[in-house]
């Protein structure tokens, strides 16, 4: 079943807020000492926050720069940031599987040091500029693309 959303800007935020939200009951697992748990649950998180950033670069960044007739700009720097969110995922993910708090805490760490500026980019710059491009048709289809992809 798909989620009524205004525009990609509403879905994008919302998918963004989503998985943070389990981040955070992640991060309360592996604090709980259920690591086990946190593993199954972070498999999850990680799969999902991939795909989000596979849409962001596969999708939204190409119809941006089109539509907004830029070839470099604003995504050159997303791009590089979404490395780094992948940095900080694979250390989450290595601390799991090592069952080291602290290793995964330095991912969650890192992960919540590059996030705040990139989100913002994204949420304030990005995903409403990508709404104003698109027709109200056009928004609808992008989001329906977005869910199904």
Known sequence: MSLAFAGPAAYLTWDHNRVLRLLDEIEIQVHDNHIQQARRAYARVQRDYLRHL?????????????????????????????GE??????????????????AFDD???????????????????????????LSGKERQAFVDRLQRE
């Open 107 to 133: 991912g969650l760490s890192y992960l919540r040091a590059v996030l705040p500026g990139h989100r913002s980019k994204e949420e304030r710059l990005l995903f409403p500029t990508m709404d104003s491009l």
């Open 54 to 82: 596979r849409l962001e670069e596969e999708l939204v960044f190409p119809v941006f720069a089109a539509r907004a007739g830029l070839t470099g700009g604003p995504t050159v720097g997303l791009r590089e940031e979404h």
């Open 85 to 102: 969110l992948r940095r900080a995922l694979e250390l989450m993910d290595a601390g799991l599987a090592a069952a080291d708090a602290k």
